[in-house]
């Protein structure tokens, strides 16, 4: 069978991913070859993977036909399973393998069949579909499985949705599918909207060429007519005087004029190249500024930004000098060329020859180069690494006394990093003086043939001159258009990852027809709600609950029991999979999200504060307040003595720049700031570090204050709030188990609830303070 | 710590007075109270108004909502307490700015008279409010305010534009 020559062996040219083939996209043969297997039960579809039940790589196929579902390996059937016996399947995830598990009626389990990780996603689908085929509802692949006890593979391969090349991360630019063109193309079109910037720079461009040539053709004219002329030339002293004056005159004419249009010219391009960046870089922050939550979930803040600031200076760093030396040099280049046959065509040939000996080795050199570069890179990577690992953790190193063994650490590192830099060392004194010594070859053949010619006067000496000049203003542009290839490389990767952000949707859009909210009363109703990150893994699943306009919840749950989540699906960060979250009768997706987001306030866990004064930070949300609601507000978060007592009160720095404020502080900064924004609903995600008593009680009559007649859901810990909340939900890997006040609640004691306020540290510590 | 209810002292409602013995008392619907700190809570964007008077054991007694508002007399002793309460003079000339092993000094005239301080981490105690303005802070605390630099003599702006 064709795919045998993939698998099945040792050969693997290139990694295949697996694939569900329905029976009648396959080529015949095979169809009939399968049908074989099958006997009289038509086949429907076959997915092949790469391992076998031994654990040897080798092709096994997954046969679903109408009555049976069966596993083939080598020619054989090595497993069936009657499909109106299956019950469910689910795939099972192990470290560097999975598999397709199925559950018959009869209670026992069957090993469909093994692959490698490779393949997960898709056998996740069939798990899917013979959950669907086996009428499982609303049930998903994992829903039975429990998790293994040993390690798991966590990461998820991320693959190009074009090609299925292996990319480093979601947002990566497939270097497969990148069509370099293409996104030239686009670059080019931003430089359009600067076209007359960019027409000048090309005019100068051609005048500076101009004004490079010309003096190489004036030495020639020098040299033949007023120092040295032959023949008819020969004039009178006199004249060859004047000559020599004219000729020298239009030298400094041109010198001043090439400095002039350099001058003008470096100013117009790099003005270009600053124009297009400066607007690349607005867009990108207005784009980032829209793109929805998941996005910042996927990705590193260190990659965001190395996108804004990064990439966008190359991109910058091309178009202003990358693209007027692509301009200049091959106006150079194609100039010399002319200037030179058109002379004398047998010398420019000669003159000529060594350039594509230059070209060949340049490129083998770079090749080399770019891997030299590459190790260079890396290691130097890693010893920054070490380095900042170690700062970043030196009260460990210090505690456990291994400062020698970090040195020692280090030194390898050093070592193995000076060694590769010593190679690109060894590389570059190979490669300059190698390609000096062919362009020298090349100017020596020219003065042998070039001078015997003069000497038979076929040639005068000016023209010798002449074209000796030029070859030494030849060979610079011809390695710098050489080098460009690769600065086009990096500045096309660069800007097809800005673009790649410019082109990403919002996930939660508002669409045409969506409202403005107006006076909300702040009752909340989530409808059997389902909801992850992934959608393979919910996170929420068929949550139905109720709050009602003005009533305190308090969310309970361990970690990862979903409450973070269903607290940021109200606020509309991301929207459910199944299911809806309605507000006042409103489903939230045809709520304008801006508008929601107004009537929403958060006091998070990590209490943020911008860098700005701390009047601006409480004000954030609404900037107009005036200055007697903001102390207002401080006051009622009992943040106002503390700031009193700062230097600069209200007008005191925060964040990096200023002022560093306790936890406590924080938090109430963070009450204040959503006092005065006195929302319709309150999202309260309590923090979980300890304060010191007073503080603590600082805090909580703060919060009493702030949640006082407002819809609020607060992820709760502490037992105050707890006792307070008008009632309790409890959240258990994803679900509603337990719903009612605490003391409610608290009558069961072997309940779930009980039973987390038996644990949780805070209450204990609250419970014995009394 | 008190909540949000009558914080807000109405300027007709009272009297700042200094008394022979130096202290400052708030006299208000017959009590006298001494008055033990006067703070801005917007020293830098709203001097003058928003100022909480507090007495000596620390305890907020209100807030005044403008000065201009109370009489002459209660306005100029608050002024006066004000003054020392959040010291900063206005720099009106700046002679020299040199730097020398991350330490900047400058020699400056202000409108309290001439002056030379140190201000180390420049980022941090040199801070714009706005465009013009400009507040610096020195190794030891004190402050400065160039209130528009682009107003400051021609050898000043030049010194002052690399620190911005």
Redesign the interface.
Known sequence: MPSDKLFGGRREPEPVLAVIRLADSLPADERAAIQRLAGADPVEAVVESDLLASGQYGLCRLVLCAREVLAEEQGSVVRRVPRDAIESAACRDFVGNGLLEVRTRDGTRHELVRYSRRASECFQEVAERLNALAGGGEQDGQEEAPRPPGPREAKVTYRCPNCGYPLSHASDVCPKCTSTRQVMGRLLRLVREHWRLAVLGALLAVFFTVANLGPGYLVKQLIDRALKPEGDALAAMATRRWRLLAIVAVLFALLAARMVTAHFRIRVMGTLGERVVANLRRQLYRTLQRLSLSYYDREHTGRIMARVLTDTRMVQRFVGQGLQNLVVDSLMVVGICVMLFAMEWRLATLALLPIPVVVVVGRKFARQFRSIFRSVRRKFAMLSTTVSETITGMRVVKSFAQEDREIDGFEEQLQECTDAHLAAVRARARFGPTVTFLMGVGTIAVWYVGGGEVLGRELTLGTLILFISYMQQFYGPVQQLLNLTEAFQECATAAERVFNILDMPSEVADHDAAVELGRVQGRVELEGVTFGYEETEPVLRDITLTVRAGEMIGLVGETGSGKSTLVSLICRFYDPNKGRIVLDGTDLRDVRTRSLRERIGMVLQDSFLFAGTIKENIAYGRPEAAELEIIRAARAANAHDFIMNLPDGYDSPVGERGVMLSGGEKQRISIARAILKDPAILILDEATSAVDTATEASIQEALERLVKGRTTIAIAHRLSTLRHADRLVVLERGQIIEQGTHDELMKDPEGRYAGLVRIQATFSVEAAAG | ????DD??IEPQDVRFRRRPTGHVVMVRGGTEHVVGAV????????AG??V?VRDEAGE?LG?I?SLPALDAESRRVLAEVLERS?FMPLVTDIHDIREELNVVTWEVETDRGARTFEVRHV??NI?RMGRRRIVIKDVD?NRYEVRDWLRLPPLAQRLIHNYL
Do not use: D, I, K, Q
């Open positions: 710590m008190s909540a949000n914080f807000v703070l801005s809570a917007f020293p830098l964007t709203r108004h928003m909480a907020e807030m909502e959040y980022l941090h801070r605390g």
